[in-house]
């Protein structure tokens, strides 16, 4: 079993940034992808952004391109999510979760979730 514990949400205004944190514990997989995916009210979760266990491959949902960034520390069981230019639009909660499979990423489906963060972000 894998326990993801999620961090770094909150409120901040239009144009700002957080960092999203999430620490893996338990027996995780040797090797797995991590992911961060959100979801609005009255939408369907969403893939926002993956990344593979060494790093060299990730992945970004079109409209947080160029405005988040994943990235990961596998000596600390974490990854992160750098969220710039934030816009009202990425209010949502997010979650992290992590992919025993290959790459590329599933869009939906993944083995393991965290409690999810509430990102809010205001006009």
């Known amino acids: 079993q894998v326990q993801l514990v999620e961090s770094g949400g909150g409120l901040v205004q239009a144009g700002g940034s957080l960092r999203l944190s999430c620490a893996a514990s338990?027996?995780?997989?040797?090797?797995?992808?991590m992911a961060w995916l959100r979801q609005a009210p009255g939408k369907e979760r969403e893939l926002v952004a993956a990344?593979?266990?060494?790093?060299?491959?990730?992945y970004y949902t079109d409209s947080v391109k160029g405005r988040f960034t994943i990235y990961r520390d596998n000596a600390k069981n974490t990854v992160y999510l750098q969220m710039g230019s934030l816009k009202p639009e990425d209010t949502a909660v997010y979650y992290c979760?992590?992919?025993?499979?290959?790459?590329?990423?599933?869009?939906?489906?993944?083995?393991?979730w965290g409690q999810g963060t509430q990102v809010t972000v205001s006009s």
């Open positions: 990344i593979s266990w060494t790093g060299d491959s990730t």
């Open positions: 979760a992590v992919h025993g499979g290959g790459w590329p990423p599933p869009l939906y489906r993944y083995d393991y």
């Open positions: 338990g027996r995780t997989f040797s090797t797995y992808t």
